[in-house]
Nanobody, 123 residues
Framework: QVQLVESGGGLVQAGGSLRLSCAASGRTFSRYAMGWFRQAPGKGREFVAAISWSGGITYYGDFVKGRFTISRDNAKNTVYLQMNSLKPEDTAVYYC????????????????WGQGTLVTVSS
């Protein structure tokens, strides 16, 4: 099973950009579909984006509306989330997720979670 470590979170002004990274340990990274979820204070965990093991299929949450892009580099065991045009409502802890069975994964279908990285968007 892989282990996931996120990085790249921080404080950014509204309209700005951030790129999150999720580094995976283990030699089976390419067998996993990867995803990003987020959780704002007082709210449930929300699907953000997911990408198939090959990188050929991607899914996004409805709220993304073309602002975020998920990608992966299997040679580096890393998945990325490029976030542009950030809004204060994007403020949340962002979690990396992995699943061998589901690409369009829900919370209950995630096998492995990262520890999360905080993104704060100021107005």
């Amino acid at each position: 099973q892989v282990q996931l470590v996120e990085s790249g979170g921080g404080l950014v002004q509204a309209g700005g950009s951030l790129r999150l990274s999720c580094a995976a340990s283990g030699r089976t990274f390419s067998r996993y579909a990867m995803g990003w979820f987020r959780q704002a204070p007082g709210k449930g965990r929300e699907f953000v984006a997911a990408i198939s093991w090959s990188g050929g299929i991607t899914y996004y949450g409805d709220f993304v509306k073309g602002r975020f892009t998920i990608s992966r580099d299997n040679a580096k065991n890393t998945v990325y989330l490029q976030m542009n045009s950030l809004k204060p409502e994007d403020t949340a802890v962002y979690y990396c997720a992995a699943s061998r069975e589901y690409t369009r994964m829900g919370v209950s279908q995630v096998e492995v979670w990262g520890q999360g990285t905080l993104v704060t968007v100021s107005s």
